[in-house]
């Protein structure tokens, strides 16, 4: 792995401890890193610093030298260099870390600053708590509880705003509640470069409002709902489904692309709510497409597979792992695996192709990159299927070859790894003609022509691990149980391989892992139980010749590609 | 003492019978000869003399402009800006519009030469969309001089070039503020810019090198050019030097513009001389010196302390007739010069009242940006407005007062100040009037005061 | 829109003024209201399209500055100075004045369809309150009186 430079470092002081900080990292950054919190509802780390709440005012110092002859001017009292106090407080997200430079967060007067800000923010804000939906994740209600004066000085009429504006069809926007932050307007600039969002009149009467006719709806949108600090903004499709406060917080990876942006899912008694981004820093920062978000629903599709069918009869999975077998044995098998499943999966397609001495295939999924946080590669895990072995080259599209093999009679069985075969390029003649055991979630053309169906689990249900596009193998967990009728992938390759006379394989990660790292090279060095919550890189060495899909997104250059240009 | 006569530097033709404000009337008085020998000089030697005038900026802040021209940054590469601020926005004041629409030549001619003291290619013209004769004139002006060579390409053949244009604001206090304006300038809502790190002179007009200079600061400019900065050094008081323009409005028998030296004239002379004293009947109850954010004076009221008199400390003990009117004096007694605008108030007027209007147009005029000036600025106005039209109670003053101190220091710009300076000053001054307020309303009015919420 | 050949002149004679074009959104705003009476939401995207801006950039600007309005005004504007110097010298009764002249309100298109009365803060010339302007032109010390003259005026152009 290749370390980048280190930076320079300053060393500053907040609340009496001193602390070295990058260059450049500003005064909410660096008193994070000593453990002292600057409130604040403008500042976000990932946008612009416009530093309009005021809520992140500090009294700030610089030691005192004498103006002469520069030499320090101590302080008799403490033995230690003076201290120079500026009479401004100043915002601490737009001071950046100098030399000895001094900040204090707890005085008088910084108390009395955000005290200030807390009821500037609340006379005009509706106070609607019980009927808001950013109830329990709520800035202006966090702060309330340190700097709140507990009463109203305010006895005037409060202004009125638009209410339940439709911003784009999956946010709501609520202006009294608007704290004028410019998180989303800045999001929507800088981030998601589609400037739509902006303010109009002025001074109080400030409103945030969508340019009458656009909407807010790019693929985007909902970062705007989770940067909100307040409930101005919320989604559509989370508004009052469910308190956040009783919802479990599970770390996954998004699946819709090579980029693999961290999420978290929320969920309650089995049932997920909704997904949001988790930070990483070198992968999405805190940001995640609103179609990623949505992919949850999958979970309870109509199509989703719920029995396991042995010629189209029900059955159970001791027989649908024999009659599995049965086709093994008889030969002429190809298997394919799929960039969707995990790298312990992947990592079980190529056991169960050795065990039934077939042809390992990939389908490829394609697509534009939309260069931000969607690549070209809709597969979340083709890079898990090389470093496994899975395959070697990239996928071609189509299943071409395995086409041709099912046409000249070589190929007569084949197991798919969740992968519809007719959606992936077979002719549905293709798919008459052979055996088909299909191991997946969703009914599909494939599974309604397969011989052996095995209900499996969806990304929510199960652990693992994914390698991105950058080859950082990153971890999901199980956020919820498993339907009743689905059995773990590991659980219904593992015993497939056996049935097959391949080795007995652990079926859950952990025990997985340790073959996993004896076997393939590249994870040689990581156990499951050790790879970040951000991700670990993966030497990728090995692969570097290959032409990946992947165009440039956020955090993201393509090596390859850079490379054959120059 | 009688009132020192006005000296009338930047002011001289204003008004003159005869004076027309085209580029040939301009050149009769001996115009643009200043420009034609500055360019033969070295552009260092140019803002030396600035420096050594010790001008201090006219739009209201006061700040010393040689000081401000050698913050730019000259290293950067970058072409370097100059904005000329003729938003003229602090009530109160009304200079600059008799500059631009009398005597526009007069400030293309300082200018000229701030631009090529500065190496400035390019220069604007902020002036405000309530001047829409104003910009037609300067516009002409330009077109004149850029005909006569004084603007535009190798002027009066010195090989150095300098653009002017004129753009036109649309009615925001805000953007009299260096920053807004330059963010409107730019083509953006006029919110200010946060400092650091965006000041002008580093990170100013499309995050290039900027200055921002008053119109009647950089007429200035022509005449230190002209008699050299030593000599302007001379003129009015020390660290007050030059003459200034006193814009005096409200309860006087001849309210107008006065130029007179720096600190040689105080408020009593201004008001009872110059002005003629309060109107029939009425006695004088407060005046604001600087525009309507500087902090209001209190007829009646004791100034004291000790000040700097040359190298000794001398007692003062004033009363708002006795303060001379320059920028220390000002500063000194609480307040301060600001744009120049004198607001006077007689006894008709209702200082709770008087407050509301303000409040009323600075809670208009808050840009909405940050916290403390969009939320306090707009509080304060419902409370005043409630206190004259609704019910008035005994603590609003302290509720004021307390909603202003929230505000100032703790703002984006300057704004913050300018709209809490006024509560906290009247608050403090003027307390009992508000503590009673609920009565003196209910009690009758003289026939004729005016409404003022 | 249909704007006047002068205008489209103008417009194309002051983008070049900056070095970045959005800086003549004021400018085009300004142009395109004086050729048209207001600003409408066709213009707003019109300019924004010609400075290769997002409509709300144009319109962020078109509801802060109070000069902008995107809705037709009377034939004559009247603009009262609202602030202190004005308002001691009796702003508030001028402006009243030109309502009831007019029988209309702050804002408002009068009846006649002759004028609309408002508000507005500082004019810059408080040494000759109170201050009104109307259309481009600066009126001085215009009391009840001159308030009503200067109605009569407007209403004399009417007849005409």
């Known amino acids: 792995m290749i370390q980048p430079a280190a930076p320079e470092l300053i060393t500053v002081n907040v609340d009496g401890k001193e602390v070295a900080v990058p260059k450049g990292t500003n005064m909410i950054e660096a008193a994070l890193r000593v453990g002292v919190d600057v409130p604040h509802y403008c500042y976000h780390s990932k946008l612009t610093v416009v530093g309009n709440c005021r809520m992140c005012l500090v009294e700030t110092g610089m030691p005192a030298v004498d103006p002469a002859t520069k030499a320090p001017v101590m302080d008799p009292a403490t033995g230690k260099q003076k201290v120079n106090w500026s009479p401004r407080p100043a915002i601490a997200c737009a001071t950046n870390a100098a030399p000895g430079l001094h900040v204090r967060t707890t005085t008088p007067m910084v108390k009395d600053c955000r005290e200030g800000v807390m009821e500037f923010l609340l006379i005009n804000h509706p106070l609607d708590c019980p009927i808001c939906d950013q109830a329990g994740e709520c800035k202006l209600q966090e702060q309330s509880a340190g700097y709140g004066r507990g009463y109203s000085r305010f006895i005037e009429n409060k202004n009125v705003k638009p209410k339940r504006t439709l911003l784009g069809p999956r946010v709501m926007l609520d202006d009294e509640r608007c704290i004028l932050c410019s998180r989303c307007i800045r999001f929507s600039k800088e981030i998601a470069k589609d400037d739509v969002l902006g303010f109009t009149d002025r001074g109080s009467y400030s409103t945030l409002s969508c340019y009458p006719g656009k909407k807010l709806e790019n693929n985007y949108s909902l970062n705007t709902v989770d940067i909100c600090p307040v409930g101005a903004l919320t989604s559509t499709d989370f508004r009052f489904k469910m308190r956040v406060w009783f919802l479990k917080q599970t770390n996954s ?27 990483n820093d070198d992968v999405n920062d805190t940001w995640m497409s609103d179609s990623g978000r949505l992919l949850y629903k999958d979970i309870r599709s109509a199509s989703r597979l719920d029995a396991v069918r042995v010629n189209a009869a029900e059955s159970a999975l001791d027989f649908a792992v024999a009659a599995a077998a049965e086709l093994i044995s008889k030969g002429g098998v190809a298997v394919v695996g799929s960039g969707r499943s995990s790298v312990e999966e992947q990592f079980l397609t190529r056991k169960l192709a050795q065990a039934a001495k077939a042809e390992a295939h990939l389908v490829a ?133 056996l049935a097959s006379g391949g080795p007995a394989l652990g079926s859950d990660v952990g025990g997985l892992w340790a073959t996993i790292a004896a076997e393939v090279p590249a994870l040689a060095t990581m156990a499951y139980g050790n790879i970040p919550d951000t991700g670990l890189l993966v030497d990728a060495s090995s692969w570097s010749a290959l032409e990946f899909a992947e165009g440039q997104t956020l955090h993201f250059k393509p090596a390859a590609k850079e490379a054959a240009r120059a | 003492m009688p009132a020192p006569e006005q000296h009338r530097l930047i002011f001289r033709h204003i008004d003159e019978p005869g004076y027309t404000n085209d580029l040939a009337c301009y050149q009769r008085g001996g115009g643009y000869e200043v420009l034609k020998k500055a360019v033969l000089r070295k552009p260092e030697e140019l803002m030396d003399e600035v420096k050594k005038s010790g001008l201090r900026g006219r739009g209201g802040a006061g700040f010393p402009c040689g000081v401000k021209w050698s913050l730019v940054d000259r290293k950067s590469g970058k072409p370097i800006y100059l904005v000329v601020n003729a938003d003229e926005s602090e009530p109160g004041t009304f200079k600059d519009r008799y500059i631009m629409h009398q005597d526009p030549h007069q400030l293309i001619e300082g200018i000229m030469i701030s631009c090529f003291a500065n190496k400035v290619a390019c220069a604007y013209i902020y002036i405000r969309g309530e001047f829409p004769e104003g910009a037609k004139i300067l516009e002409k002006a330009i077109a004149e ?73 950089l007429c200035h400019v022509k005449h230190i050019t002209d008699m050299g900065g030593e000599a302007y050094s001379k003129i009015g008081t020390p660290g007050n030097t030059g003459t200034r323009i006193l814009c005096v409005s409200g309860h006087v028998q001849r309210p107008g513009y006065y130029e007179f030296e720096v600190g040689k004239c105080t408020m009593g002379q201004l008001l009872n001389e110059v002005c003629g004293g309060p109107l029939p009947g009425r006695t004088f109850k407060a005046v604001i010196p600087g525009g309507s954010s500087a902090k209001v004076l209190k007829f009646g009221e004791r100034y004291k302390g000790k000040r700097k008199v040359g190298a000794d400390m001398v007692d003062y003990d004033w009363g708002v007739e006795d303060i001379p009117m320059d920028f220390d004096s000002l500063a000194m007694i609480g307040s301060m010069g600001g744009s120049g605008g004198v607001i006077v108030m007689d006894d008709s007027v209702s200082m709770v009242e008087a407050l509301g209007n303000i409040n009323a147009f600075y809670s208009h005029e808050s840009c909405g940006q940050c916290t403390p000036c969009r939320e306090g600025s707009l509080w304060m106005k419902k409370i005043t407005t409630r206190m004259v039209h609704g019910t008035a109670r005994p603590e609003d003053g302290a509720l004021l007062k307390s909603v202003a101190d929230q505000i100032a220091g703790r703002t984006i710009c300057a704004f913050g100040e300018a709209c809490a300076w006024p509560t906290q000053s009247f608050i403090a001054k003027f307390g009992d009037e508000f503590k009673g307020y609920a009565q003196a309303k209910a009690a009758p009015r003289p026939e004729g005061t005016p409404e003022l919420v | 829109m249909n704007l006047k050949p002068e205008t489209l002149r103008q417009i194309d004679e002051v983008i070049t003024h900056y070095p970045v074009k959005r800086s003549a959104s004021l400018p085009l705003l300004h142009l395109v209201q004086e050729d048209q009476g207001y600003v409408s939401q066709e213009a707003i995207e019109w300019i924004a399209a010609k400075l290769e801006l997002q409509p ?100 004399a152009e009417a007849a005409r």
């Open chain 1, 253 to 279: 990876i998004d699946t819709e692309s090579s980029v693999g942006a961290n999420t978290v899912v929320w969920s309650r008694e089995g049932t997920v709510y909704r997904v949001t981004p988790r930070q």
């Open chain 3, 56 to 155: 709300i950039n144009v319109y962020e600007l078109v509801t802060f500055y109070p000069m902008f309005r995107q809705k037709p005004i009377g034939r004559r504007h009247i603009k009262v100075c609202r602030t202190l110097s004005c308002a001691i010298m009796g702003g508030y009764r001028t402006c009243t004045e030109f309502q009831k002249q007019f029988n209309t309100h702050l804002g408002e298109v009068s009846p006649d369809g002759e004028v609309t009365v408002e508000f507005v803060e500082c004019l810059a010339s408080c040494g000759t309150a109170p201050i009104v302007m109307i259309d481009d032109e600066l009126h001085q010390k215009v009391d009840a009186a001159k308030a009503r003259e200067l109605s009569n005026k407007i209403k």
């Open chain 1, 365 to 497: 999924r394609l697509g534009e990159g939309d260069k931000i946080l969607i690549s070209a590669d809709r597969n979340p895990n083709v890079r898990g299927a090389l470093v496994t072995g899975l395959i070697s080259t990239l996928p071609s599209a189509g299943l071409a070859s395995l086409g041709a093999q099912i046409d000249s009679g070589a190929v007569k069985t084949v197991i798919s790894i969740g992968e519809d075969l007719v959606a992936a390029g077979l002719t549905p003649e293709q798919l008459a003609s052979v055996s088909v055991v299909f191991i997946g979630t969703h009914a599909g053309q494939t599974s309604a022509a397969a011989k052996v169906v095995i209900p499996s689990l969806s990304v929510f249900e199960k652990h693992g691990t994914f390698i991105n596009q950058q080859f950082r193998i990153q971890r999901f967990a199980k956020a919820v149980p498993a339907p009743a009728g689905a059995t773990d992938d590991l659980v219904i390759l593992s015993r497939i391989i």
């Open chain 2, 145 to 217: 001089a850029r005909a006569a060579n004084f603007v535009g390409p190798n002027i009066v053949g010195s090989g150095y070039g300098c653009e002017i244009y004129v753009h036109r604001g649309a009615g925001a206090y805000i953007c009299g503020e260096e920053t807004g304006l330059i963010e409107s300038l730019e083509g953006k809502r006029p919110y200010p810019r946060i400092k650091p790190p965006y000041f002008p002179a580093v990170l100013g007009l499309y995050q290039c090198p900027t200055i921002v200079n008053n119109v009647e600061t």
